[in-house]
């Protein structure tokens, strides 16, 4: 009984160190993933399966995110509880706690009770995983370590039915984010390490049946983005794979002696230097050597570890387009379990040999650093203008930030500081493509129409799939007077976007002033109920049936959207 108070009281702190974060609102891509995505408000939980993660409207390029499971938790809580940030924060909060005490199973599997403690209080506190707790978008990796670790202790018990429930588990953590993939491979490690008395023939009917469960995944994913969805990475190939040395270092040095947090990393293919470049090369020596060094000792634990890091570590290198982003620590989130088990394994053979128990003390100190740490990083997560101004403290030389903030200045109707930022973000990334956009935004506030029309321009020539380019190029017409030209361009918009609000509202207002009122109104109700909290569709709704003198369908309005009273004259 005493052992499973421990194994609670270890995830309970593994999550409350997060709890000042629970009154956090939304932040960052929060706003579109969650918060204005239509695809958690669908009737159905069958769109949620048949769509991209990210809907045309909310991605620079074609969708090449598939992650139905991460969208069906959004959906499920949205269903319950609405769009309230504090109800998507305690399912990450949920989530966490069963990965914590998944790892514990999974490291007592390998190791005695007090170095499976030890591996579970490592992942428990480990200050990489903040940004994945403390920012609801991010919930993807966690849910893909539950149900990876589920698959992986199921597949090796010795239990006949799990050669068929672990490949199913697995399933579920690939469609919950890509990088699950490489679960076949941790599994086939597993078995060449730990199950060499096994026929090879039973081996490939274990392994066929989680290559089953991928052919589904890829089945899924190419009827919801009509192909594989890799997406393009403008970076030559060779700066990515001379980085990826580096990269791969840094992840690991961060993954043990996490010194370096950031919510934005500067580093990129495209500054990299000498010193960076050898950094890579010393790293990848050391940890080329370290795995030899294991091979020889024989230390098939520490061997599964070591793998377990480096192969889910491969898929964020940047090395192949899965992915739009580069040096997140969130990214850590799954190859710490393998971290947790190797520093459990450590603990286990060389822990208790210290005298007068300085190894207690070190491990306890270790353990402090993690938990101060993960409660300092968690307040960076507190709101979009905490984010944003560490984002340009940690990386000034990434443009995020100040997009970011000049967003928020946008917002506060503060447009002299908003094109500050604005600006800012193009200095230092000419081709930035939100800088862009807002730039052309401000420049429309202050009609320099011509100069809104270069940003336009410039942004549409470099991202043709881009939504809002095209949406803002009918504002920009409808600046110029040409309600005509403009709606032109909110039917592309509309073409590549069909769910998203803001297309709709525009289309349909434009639809309106043309005398097409009957699809103009159809485009506005559709408007409201991608978004339901919005008010901007909701009101041109509201004006039209005023102008009427409809008064059932202004209240029958007031009564669906309250918002909207904020309009009404007292």
Request: net charge positive.
């Amino acid at each position: 009984m005493k052992n499973y108070i421990l194994i609670f009281f270890i995830a309970l702190v593994g999550v409350s160190i997060y709890i000042p974060s629970l009154s956090n609102s939304f932040v960052w891509d929060d706003h579109t993933i969650i918060e204005q995505n239509p695809s958690i408000r669908a009737p159905s939980i069958l769109y949620v399966f048949t769509h991209p993660f990210l809907t045309p409207g909310f991605a620079q390029e074609n969708s090449i995110y598939y992650r139905p499971i991460t969208m069906f938790s959004f959906w499920f809580i949205y269903k319950i509880f609405g769009d309230s940030p504090l109800f998507f924060r305690l399912l990450s909060f949920l989530f966490h706690f069963i990965a914590i005490i998944l790892v514990y199973v999974l490291a007592r599997k390998f190791l005695n009770f007090e170095s499976a403690i030890v591996a579970m209080a490592f992942f428990a506190l480990n200050p990489v995983h903040t940004e994945s707790v403390c920012f609801p978008s991010a919930i993807s990796d966690i849910i893909v370590a539950v149900f990876l670790l589920g698959s992986v202790i199921v597949y090796i018990s010795e239990k006949r039915w799990a050669t068929f429930v672990a490949p199913i588990l697995w399933l579920f953590a690939v469609l919950a984010k890509e990088n699950a993939a490489m679960g076949i491979i941790a599994i086939v490690l597993y078995d060449i390490l730990f199950r060499q008395g096994i026929k090879l023939k039973n081996k490939l009917f274990r392994w066929g049946m989680w290559i089953v469960a991928l052919i589904i995944c890829f089945v899924l994913r190419i009827n919801a983005l009509g192909g594989f969805g890799f997406g393009e990475i403008s970076m030559p190939l060779g700066k990515r794979i001379f980085f990826a040395p580096y990269l791969l270092s840094r992840y690991f040095l961060n993954l043990f002696l996490p010194f370096d947090i950031k919510v934005l990393h500067p580093e990129s293919p495209n500054t990299l230097t000498f010193t960076m470049l050898a950094v890579g090369i010393v790293g990848i020596i050391i940890i080329a050597l370290l795995i030899v060094y294991l091979i020889r000792k024989k230390d098939k634990v520490a061997q599964l570890g070591i793998y377990w890091v480096i192969i889910f570590i491969i898929p964020v290198l940047g090395i192949v387009g899965i992915s739009t982003t580069l040096w997140s620590d969130r990214f850590l989130y799954v190859p710490s379990v393998g971290g947790a088990i190797l520093i459990g394994f450590i603990w286990q053979k060389y822990g208790k040999d210290s005298i007068k128990n300085v190894s207690y003390i070190l491990l306890i100190a270790y353990f402090l650093f993690f938990s101060i740490s993960s409660v300092s990083y968690a307040f960076y997560w507190r709101d979009d203008n905490t984010l944003y101004r560490q984002m340009i403290k940690d990386a000034p030389t990434q443009p995020k930030g100040y997009s970011g903030m000049s967003g928020i200045f946008i917002n506060k109707n503060l447009p002299d500081s908003a094109y500050y930022y604005a600006h800012k973000a193009v200095d230092v990334e000419p081709n930035y493509l939100p800088a862009m956009i807002l730039l052309a935004q401000l420049q429309m506030q202050k009609n320099n129409l011509d100069s809104a029309k270069y940003y336009l321009d410039k942004a549409i020539d470099m991202y043709p799939n881009y939504v809002y380019c095209y949406e803002n190029l009918g504002l920009y017409w409808i600046s110029k007077g040409d309600t005509t030209l403009a709606t032109k361009y909110f039917i592309k918009a509309h073409q590549i976007a069909p769910h998203d609000y803001i297309v709709n509202k525009n289309l349909g207002v434009a639809l309106i002033s043309l005398g097409d009122t009957t699809s103009g109104i159809e485009l506005l109700k559709r408007a409201c109920i991608y978004y339901p909290e919005g008010v901007e569709a909701q009101f041109e709704l509201l004006d039209f049936y005023y102008s009427l003198g409809d008064t059932t369908k202004v209240k029958e309005l007031l009564d669906k959207y309250p918002q909207l009273w904020q309009f009404i004259r007292k």
